[in-house]
């Protein structure tokens, strides 16, 4: 007779591997974390940049990334994604020791520029990695999991930076990057001692055989001609901009458009925070299907305009209501995010070709892009500019995006009907015809 897990089991990720790679999660975004809180301050007084200056290097960058999604994820897919993801980091370990004798705008964009670059081929690679080496029965449960624990360390690695900027010396900010560089050292070490996936192991034959396989020519197409793939990812780009107004414009709006005290702003990303933490297994469960993905996002699109609805109406409140209603609408676009992210895996998971995933995690890459790059500016002109009326666009461009994202999955799953799957990987929806491939410290 099988024992009932206990509370403090159930509060942890699924599988040893997944706390192995909530562990690295973690490590990876303390890392990261202690550098972007100073990176303002980095960039202005050591490298000598004025605001528009980063500005316009982060955009150039970001183009970059744009471009080489897609080819820096089929590399992934033809190397092994956990080698390419081990790569990077050690990769962005080296890189972030340069950051301290830089100085001047086109050192910071060559820098920024190869740093994006290098972060998009490890994000595509370590997505691919993950989507492949988890069962489908756990695999949503431990990127949520996995999820939280990113929070968890970009809270950690804030702490630390904010430690470096209270010093106000800038020596001490200049020198900043060693800590990361040291952090992501060791989060490269991890990464080479994780177990292989099937895909980590590729031979030139298997890789011909499905090829041939999926195309009697031989040839692969792009990812990008799977252009329901790519709507679906558009769809979930603009469902994705629930960033922007947790960030930007309800910030800003609060500033400017309310009486609210600007030290509730505090209290609104702490609690964004926690939720996050605390929220995120939970919401993820039953998106393990295309349709419970979709379920995920319609409660996703229900929260986000139904926050536009309730911040909208504190231009016009005073004192404590303003307040309460304020937190209220953070909270709702923190529950459009935790739902978000769930559909998220569930469909990039479900409607990938398994051998192809970090090319595929390139076009998820690209699709997302398209759908939100254009927010912040949008977004933050729509609601300070047209008020009420601004804030029903952003509920109406939303709400589109909800009802467009389901024709759009439903045509991906059946275009990838018709593609070849790895050996024993079930199709969408269905229940796998036998037990899959586990690595080796995963429990049965």
């Known amino acids: 007779m099988l024992a009932m897990p206990t509370w403090i089991e159930r509060l942890l990720p699924p599988s040893p591997l997944a706390r192995r790679l909530s562990f690295q999660s973690i490590l990876f975004a303390i890392g990261e974390g202690a550098f972007l809180t100073g990176s303002a301050v980095f960039f202005t007084h050591i490298v000598g940049l004025s605001a528009a200056q980063v500005g316009l290097g982060l955009t150039i960058a970001g183009l970059s990334s744009f471009a080489f999604a897609v080819p820096l994820g089929r590399f992934a897919d033809r190397v092994g994604p956990k080698r390419v993801w081990a790569a990077v980091a050690i990769t962005e370990s080296a890189l972030f020791l340069v950051w301290p004798w830089l100085h001047g705008f086109w050192q910071f964009l060559a820098m920024v520029t190869v740093l994006e670059l290098v972060g998009t081929a490890g994000h595509t690679a370590r997505g691919a990695y993950t989507l492949n080496v988890f069962s489908h029965e756990e695999r949503v449960r431990s990127l949520a999991f996995m999820r939280s624990a990113l929070n968890i360390g970009f809270t950690v690695g804030a702490m630390v930076g904010g430690l470096a900027l209270a010093t106000n010396s800038d020596t001490v900010i200049q020198w900043v990057p060693v800590f990361p560089a040291a952090i992501l050292a060791l989060n490269a070490l ?9 895909q980590d192991i590729p031979t030139a034959a298997e890789s011909a055989e499905a090829a041939e396989a999926a195309h009697p020519s031989g040839k692969r197409v792009s990812v990008l001609r799977n252009r329901a793939y790519v709507a679906m990812s558009f769809f979930d780009g603009i469902l994705s901009t629930n960033q922007v107004l947790l960030n930007i414009v309800i910030p800003l709006w609060l500033v400017q458009e309310t009486d609210a005290p600007r030290v509730l702003l505090a209290w609104l990303f702490g609690t964004n925070t926690v939720l996050a933490v605390l929220l995120q297994v939970p919401a993820s469960r039953g998106s393990e299907t295309v349709s419970g993905a979709l379920r995920a996002a319609r409660i996703s699109t229900g929260f986000m305009v139904f926050s536009c609805f309730i911040v909208m109406v504190t231009h016009d409140t005073v004192g404590w209501v303003t307040i309460a209603l304020v937190w209220i609408g953070h909270v709702t676009v923190t529950g459009a995010e935790l739902f978000q992210s769930a559909g998220h895996w569930g469909l990039t998971s479900e409607l990938s070709e398994p051998d192809r995933r970090a ?18 500016a949008l977004f933050t002109f729509l609601a300070m500019s047209w008020g009420t009326t601004g804030w029903l666009v952003i509920a109406g461009i939303v709400l589109v995006a909800g009802v467009g994202i389901h024709p759009a999955a439903r045509a991906a799953e059946r275009n990838l009907a018709t593609l070849v799957r790895e050996p024993g990987d079930r199709p969408p929806n269905r229940p796998p015809d036998r037990p899959l491939d586990r690595p080796a410290d995963q429990p049965a």
Do not use: N, S
């Open 190 to 198: 991890l990464i080479t001692r994780l177990p292989d996936a099937a």
């Open 359 to 376: 090319e595929y995690q390139g076009a998820t890459h690209v699709g997302g892009t398209l759908g939100g790059v254009w927010a912040p």
